[in-house]
């Protein structure tokens, strides 16, 4: 099963919770996915945090498959956004990042972020 991880997945795991365990599982038995927009995400709270983001990236890389924006995304992107604004008013563009690379990888999206609770293909870490 094709599962991507959000930003949210991946500070679980890196902090070592209770939910990372859970992320952890997912991380050795799935095609893991990780959108481009992840990463900057991560970086910006690597700098907020002290991490040491080169580390962390090394390891998303040998782990997950990057994925970055390509036509087919920008054409389908601007339609899904309107749409989720119209279910979720506060979701980020980030967030409907996110949630087109799901759509179209045909993949489960692996979060704890409030804002995914009424999308059907999001596992939620509780």
């Known amino acids: 099963m094709a599962i991507v991880f959000d930003t949210y997945a991946w ?5 070592a919770t209770k ?5 952890k599982n997912y991380l050795e038995e799935d095609d893991v996915i990780t959108p481009a ?3 900057l995400e991560l970086s910006y709270r690597a700098d907020q945090e002290g991490w040491n983001f080169n580390q962390y990236l090394s390891f998303i890389k040998a ?5 970055g924006i390509n036509e087919k995304f920008i054409l389908t992107f601007g339609k ?5 604004k119209k279910q979720v008013r506060d979701i980020s563009l980030a967030d409907i990042v996110v949630i087109n690379t799901a759509i179209l990888h045909d993949a489960q999206i692996l979060t704890g972020d409030e804002h995914f609770k009424k999308i059907n293909r999001a596992i939620m870490l509780e």
């Open 80 to 84: 899904l956004y309107n749409e989720m």
């Open 11 to 15: 500070i679980e795991y890196f902090n």
């Open 37 to 39: 927009i992840v990463l």
């Open 63 to 67: 782990n997950s498959k990057i994925i």
């Open 19 to 23: 939910k990372g365990v859970v992320v």
